[in-house]
């Protein structure tokens, strides 16, 4: 299946690093280290998502309801989403500061919930996020 993906990919015009990228993003099968930009944001993408979303279950459920300063806080408490590497979310930090980049996540999570999961056709699809 591996190669069928890598084949269409290359098929698609999409670059082989770039294929070998995601194909090792998983850090529990991968052992290798993250140097290109484009890994670490990967990575800390990754995990600060899971960790974005368990901090909208937390407040009812609302993407819109998480702040910069929830995730901050959350973040430092370990036993807060135990399963979430913040290890790998602070490999992120010296691209940009950690809240400017989990404000970047958070807006990230809440347009692709607009795009692909409410109908956009609701003039109120964004405040519902």
Request: include cysteine.
């Amino acid at each position: 299946m591996v190669q069928e993906v890598r084949r269409s990919w290359r098929e698609q015009g999409i670059d082989p690093d770039l294929a070998l990228i995601v194909q090792q993003h998983n850090h529990h099968l991968y052992s290798g280290t993250y140097e290109k930009p484009v890994e670490i944001a990967l990575q800390a993408a990754d995990s600060a998502s899971g960790l974005v979303i368990v901090c909208a279950l937390v407040k009812g459920g609302r993407l819109s309801d998480v702040t910069v300063k929830t995730v901050t806080k959350k973040a430092n408490e370990k036993s807060f989403a135990a399963g979430c590497d913040r290890g790998r979310i602070a490999l992120i930090a010296p691209i940009p500061a950690l809240p400017e980049f989990y404000a970047v996540a958070i807006e990230g999570l809440i347009e692709e919930y607009v795009k692909n999961w409410v109908l956009p056709d609701l003039p109120e699809a964004r405040r519902r996020a």
